[in-house]
């Protein structure tokens, strides 16, 4: 890669399309993408990321059918059964943004206990985006500086660097990459305060059909463009 990337974002978009394709449910597309979430965690992690988000369930997928939306709650745990163990050793860290409160005890739980013993790992950050958007995310933001100010923490005057200390992904360095798959060309909802200056990569493969070979090409694609972010070279 032409220069370092260090946050890199997916939107996993297309396993419905995909299953449809192979004449299956679109649970089918769901199952077969948890096992994508693996191939790709670890391609990045070899190639050196210091994060990787995957956009895994929005605060818009609610509307999705309730036998979808079920099914889509009892992901984390078949994810995490099958492929903990390996992320231990690759000494990846398990985090999430998001709000989870709404989600079933037993989702949260499994989601607690990955991001709990994996908290000591030092490798890659792979981070879930669990009932995630980034409306909600502003919002949530601008309340939590309203409130600093209504309690005397701070006076009501903020830079832009001050603000991104209220956003979820205030731990992580900014997004350098946003790759979206299945052929969409849109943010959907997605850190739409991260992505200003993150260059956009779209394929039109659909989430289950992405390899770690091709995955690899994206990120290179990505780097290889020159970020001005606003000024002259």
């Given amino acids: 890669m032409n220069q370092t990337l260090r946050h890199v974002a997916i939107i996993m978009d297309g396993n419905g399309r995909w299953a449809k394709k192979q004449q299956q449910a679109r649970t089918f597309g769901h199952f077969h993408g948890v096992d994508k979430v693996r191939e790709i965690a670890i391609a990045a992690n070899e190639v050196g990321l210091e994060v990787l988000t995957l956009y895994a369930f929005s605060t818009e997928n609610w509307k999705r059918p309730i036998e979808e939306v079920n099914y889509l709650m009892q992901l984390p745990a078949v994810f995490f059964?099958?492929?903990?163990s390996e992320l231990m050793e690759k000494n990846i860290r398990i985090q999430t943004i998001g709000d989870l409160a709404p989600f079933p005890e037993a989702t949260k739980t499994v989601l607690?206990?990955?991001?709990?013993?994996?908290a000591a790992n030092t490798g890659m950050t792979l981070v879930f985006a669990m009932n995630y958007g980034g409306r909600d995310e502003l919002v949530r933001a601008a309340k939590a500086y309203a409130e600093d100010v209504r309690d005397g923490k701070r006076t009501n005057s903020i830079t832009e660097v001050e603000f991104e200390h209220y956003l979820m992904t205030r731990d992580y360095p900014p997004v350098d990459l946003c790759i979206r798959t299945s052929g969409e060309q849109r943010l959907s909802n997605f850190l739409l305060w991260q992505l200003a200056y993150a260059e956009l990569v779209f394929t039109p493969l659909a989430w289950p059909e992405l390899t770690a070979k091709e995955f690899v090409e994206l990120l290179n694609e990505g780097s290889r463009r020159e970020r001005r972010f606003g000024g002259l070279v």
């Fill in 112 to 118: 607690v206990n990955a991001i709990s013993s994996t």
């Fill in 81 to 84: 059964s099958k492929f903990l």
